[in-house]
């Protein structure tokens, strides 16, 4: 199980897509390839590898704000995990992954 996020290429011609390329599928499950125009499928599988780490990055923040620090004021927290979601949005295309259509439809 990988941890991290790999370049998404085309299946077919091995186009690699940039994150503006990625950014514009997020939200589409069938596409083509810009270059060589074969159906491709767009996986959102490792999102959850994604929302795994910004739960532990949150759990580990707030435990580190209010025990050791002695922060226990709710807005300084509410606003530091807001700003790891926001980061989780911005690297939410370097999730997507990139495979080949399936030809029964």
Not at 26 to 32: G, L, P, Q, V, W
Not at 64 to 78: D, E, K, P, R, S
Request: glycine share 2%.
């Amino acid at each position: 199980m990988k941890f991290y996020p790999k370049q998404s290429a085309c299946p077919h011609c091995k186009t690699i897509y940039r994150y503006n390329d990625l950014s514009k599928l997020k939200f589409k499950k069938e596409a083509e390839c810009y270059h060589c125009r074969k159906a491709i499928h767009i996986s959102k599988k490792s999102l959850l590898i994604l929302l795994a780490e910004m739960l532990v990055i949150c759990v580990i923040l707030n435990v580190v704000l209010t025990g050791a620090m002695g922060i226990v004021n709710f807005w300084i927290v509410y606003v530091i995990n807001m700003i790891v979601v926001l980061a989780a949005v911005f690297i939410l295309p370097l999730y997507i992954e990139i495979n080949k259509a399936d030809k029964k439809k």
